[in-house]
């Protein structure tokens, strides 16, 4: 994989030549050489104030980044933001790896907003037909709005070219997402987005679920389908055509405990066929939502399309899930006297209960009196006046310190 900084294509280092063997590059071999069959690599390029995206227009690289550059012209100064932005991931960002911090969902999207806030981001220019948007603006407009996309500015956007895939960066200040103690998160996300860029594209449909931790009693389970981008779904004349998703669910109930083994192993599985829909922004992502949720353990398989002759292992895609009570303080109403009693050994103490709880007065040690190691009373320090002043001092003094460093 290759990252491509602000740097400036006239560059000596660079040239039409050379970005025009990186274009090929990423493709996998010259468009026009039939014969080539090298798997294409990755490319990640940059944004930033000088010159990209805007000086890539009209170049050979211009062919395989995910976005159009709108003008060739670069401005004279970088521009100065004072306004505080944090990247809203799209659908189909919150599933891709580069953005994947933990395994729960919910918990994900969490430490991605704890990140720190940026300041500049690239704009002049708009996304191609087939690209893919990942992160947007928070709340400033795309200046060109495209059907791939919410109507948000694009900042991180993902295309497959040929049999590569390339990756632009609208902001450049990734930097500030080592803040305190996230600088394990800035250190993940660029392990997974060098990892993603060097591995080789997907060739096999994955089905998984949002969550790898069992659920909860009532809790949707969401399933997920992801197809390879590199040829059409099945059953799709030309990619981007409808094309029906559905997915199988078997579901067994858990048997009761004191069920005897013969009637635990005469337990029906129920079957239902729950449709998918696309993603929104995706080309080749569908997601469906599985409601009502009853305890004991869920296995999906995709049923259609007909996938399983295109699979490595030629199994039709599947994956597993549990749903459990929720922890309640019904669940053991009987009181645990041994480590109740353990616990009052422990701290020199005695348990009673009910029945001789009468006796815990009478059991309790005599007390006797603490002699003070000095003659005098002793002087409450903190009923004078000169520590109220003391105080007081300190206190105002903060104060005209953070108003003088504009911090209130």
Not at 32 to 44: A, H, M, W, Y
Request: proline share 9%.
């Amino acid at each position: 994989m290759v990252i491509l900084g602000d740097c400036d294509p006239r560059h000596p280092k660079l040239g039409t030549q050379k970005l025009q063997m990186l274009a090929d590059f990423v493709r996998g071999g010259d468009p026009k050489d039939k014969k080539t069959t090298r798997t294409g690599g990755g490319l990640l390029v940059l944004g930033g104030p000088s010159f990209s995206p805007h000086a890539y227009k009209d170049t050979p690289l211009a062919d395989v980044m995910p976005i159009e550059p709108t003008q060739n012209k670069v401005p004279l100064e970088p521009e100065i933001r004072t306004e505080r932005l944090r990247l809203d991931l799209t659908p189909v960002g919150r599933l891709h790896p580069i953005f994947r911090f933990a395994p729960d969902e919910a918990e994900n999207l969490a430490l991605w907003q704890r990140l720190a806030p940026v300041y500049w981001y690239a704009r002049g220019y708009r996304i191609k037909p087939l690209a893919e948007v990942l992160a947007v603006h928070p709340t400033q407009k795309a200046e060109f709005r495209d059907p791939n996309q919410d109507g948000r500015h694009p900042l991180i956007v993902q295309q497959f070219v040929g049999s590569g895939r390339s990756l632009f960066f609208g902001i450049d200040e990734t930097w500030r997402w080592r803040f305190r103690e996230d600088e394990y998160l800035f250190n993940r996300f660029w392990v997974q987005t060098i990892r993603y860029l060097s591995r080789t594209r997907v060739t096999k449909t994955d089905l998984r679920l949002d969550r790898q931790t069992p659920y909860r009693l009532g809790e949707p389970i969401k399933v997920l389908v992801r197809f390879p981008d590199n040829n059409p779904i099945p059953g799709q004349k030309e990619k981007g055509d409808k094309v029906d998703v559905k997915v199988v669910v078997e579901f067994t109930p858990k048997a009761p405990k004191d069920a005897p083994p013969e009637d635990a192993k005469k337990v029906q599985a129920a079957v239902q066929t729950v449709t998918l829909t696309k993603l929104e922004g995706s080309w080749a992502t569908f997601e469906g939502i599985m409601s009502r949720t009853r305890e004991g353990k869920y296995r999906f398989w995709l049923s259609q399309p007909d996938v399983s002759t295109l699979q490595p292992d030629r199994q039709k895609p599947s994956a597993e899930a549990t749903v459990e009570l929720p922890p309640g303080e019904l669940d053991r109403l009987r009181m645990n006297q041994p480590e109740m009693t353990a616990a009052a050994e422990a701290s020199q103490g005695k348990f009673y209960t009910i029945a001789n709880a009468q006796d815990a007065l009478d059991d309790l040690p005599t007390g006797f009196r603490v002699s003070l190691s000095t003659p005098r009373p002793p002087l409450r320090l903190w009923n004078t006046t000169p520590m109220f002043l003391l105080v007081l001092g300190l206190l105002s003094a903060e104060w005209l310190l953070r108003k003088r460093k504009h911090l209130l």
